[in-house]
Every structure is written in structure tokens, then in C-alpha cells.
């Protein structure tokens, strides 16, 4: 079985400062991993994925992931956050076989001014 | 290129009674998924189509059924509405299903009373 965790509800940062939102999966084999934000009241935005490859990724809007094999773990990440950064984040885990996603419970970022 | 459309965006339902929500994908995509996310949780897999045929199945009950027409749109037919089909519901599209990103629409709101 697939499956991803996202153990914060939430994530409060002061704007300007760096963020961290963290994920862990669970796979069998290697993983095709991912990360999508949700505004209020939208759909699922794409960030970033992890294939193969390097370990650091870089995404949109700044966003990068670690992927670190050997602790499962998958972290977003932002040199310094900005207000509108503030919104759903999620960690999703590809089907290897097909375009299905599992995906993490989100974690909610505050970022304050 | 108008991306990943669903309507309607809001909807609400009596207990008991049936509703169908469409998708249209993102131009150059051929296959569509759909997923329910519920409040306060992530997306979960409903099922996904393929050459106008159900390919992959999450699990949800049987009164959760689809379609997907030669133009590739789609729809989500939900009979015998039950409270807890209130829900958020997200359409993905995808270059094939062993594409590995998806676009996801903006939801349908679904509320039933």
C-alpha cells in the first residue's frame, strides 16, 4: 500500500523567515512524489514533483522539496516565506503504475506579517 | 488553454436524490480522474477513465458512477445522496494514465441536506 503523512495541522512562519512543511510516505519501490496547494474555495495547484534524479527539487512561486530516501521523507521548502504563501498544502504519492494520487491530510500555512 | 473545467461550482441536493457533475480536461488530455475531499481531509481517489472505459477504482460504493464521452469529458453520477456525500469534488486530467502529473479542476461543491 501507498500512502503519505503530513504530520503538522499547521505551520505558522513570520513572513520573510524560512518555512518547512513536512511530509513522509510510504511506498514500495521508488516514489513518484509531489506536492499541490490549495487556496480556499479553489482546486489542487502543482508545485513541484520528485521522479528520479536530483534529491533537491525546485518548483514554483520558490518552493523546493528534499526528497531523502533513507528517512522517507519528502519536505517543502521556502528561503523566506511571503503572506501569500498562507494556504492548504498537500503531499501526494503517485500510482506507479497509473495517474492515481494519494494523498497526505494537508497541513495549513500561516504566514504572518 | 483553458485547463481542467468542472460545473457546476456549487450545488445543493436533498438527501436521497441524484446529482451529476462534469468535466471537461485540459486540451491534449485523454484521461480523467475524479476524487472527493471531504472537509478537513485530502483528496481520496474515486475512480478514473480511460478510453471511455473505467480503468482504476478507489473505494467508494457503487452508487458512485461515471462516464466519459468520446471528447474526452467526463461525469460523476452519485445516486441516493447521503449526508456525507458533502464534499468537495476535484477533477484531474492527464496526458494518458501513465502520465505522471495531473491538473486538477477548481471542484464542485456539493452540499447535501
Known amino acids: 500500500a501507498q500512502s503519505v503523512a503530513q504530520p503538522e495541522d499547521q505551520v505558522n512562519v513570520a513572513e520573510g523567515n524560512p518555512l518547512t512543511v513536512k511530509c513522509t510516505y510510504s511506498v514500495s519501490g521508488n516514489p513518484y512524489l509531489f506536492w499541490y496547494v490549495q487556496y480556499p474555495n479553489r482546486g489542487l495547484q502543482f508545485l513541484l514533483k520528485y521522479i528520479t534524479g536530483d534529491n533537491l527539487v525546485k518548483g514554483s512561486y520558490g518552493f523546493e522539496a528534499e526528497f531523502n530516501k533513507s528517512q522517507t521523507s519528502f519536505h517543502l521548502k521556502k528561503p523566506s516565506a511571503l503572506v501569500s504563501d498562507s494556504a492548504l498544502y498537500f503531499c501526494?504519492?503517485?500510482?506507479?503504475?497509473?495517474?492515481?494520487?494519494?494523498f497526505g491530510s494537508g497541513t495549513k500555512l500561516n504566514v504572518k506579517p | 488553454d483553458a485547463g481542467v473545467t468542472q460545473s457546476p461550482t456549487h450545488l445543493i441536493k436533498t438527501r436521497g436524490q441524484q446529482v451529476t457533475l462534469r468535466c471537461s480536461p485540459k486540451?491534449?488530455?485523454?484521461?480523467v480522474s475524479w476524487y472527493q475531499q471531504a472537509l478537513g481531509q485530502g483528496p481520496q481517489f474515486i475512480f478514473q477513465y480511460y478510453e471511455e472505459e473505467e480503468r482504476q477504482r478507489g473505494n467508494f460504493p457503487d452508487r458512485f458512477s461515471g462516464h466519459q464521452f468520446p471528447n474526452y469529458s467526463s461525469e460523476l453520477n452519485v445516486n441516493a445522496l447521503l449526508l456525507g456525500d458533502s464534499a468537495l469534488y476535484l477533477c484531474?486530467?492527464?496526458?494518458?494514465?501513465?502520465?505522471?502529473?495531473?491538473?486538477f479542476g477548481q471542484g464542485t461543491r456539493l452540499t447535501v441536506v
Open positions: 486540451s491534449g488530455h485523454d484521461t
Open positions: 501526494a504519492v503517485r500510482d506507479r503504475d497509473f495517474n492515481k494520487f494519494y
Open positions: 484531474a486530467s492527464s496526458r494518458t494514465y501513465r502520465g505522471t502529473e495531473a491538473f
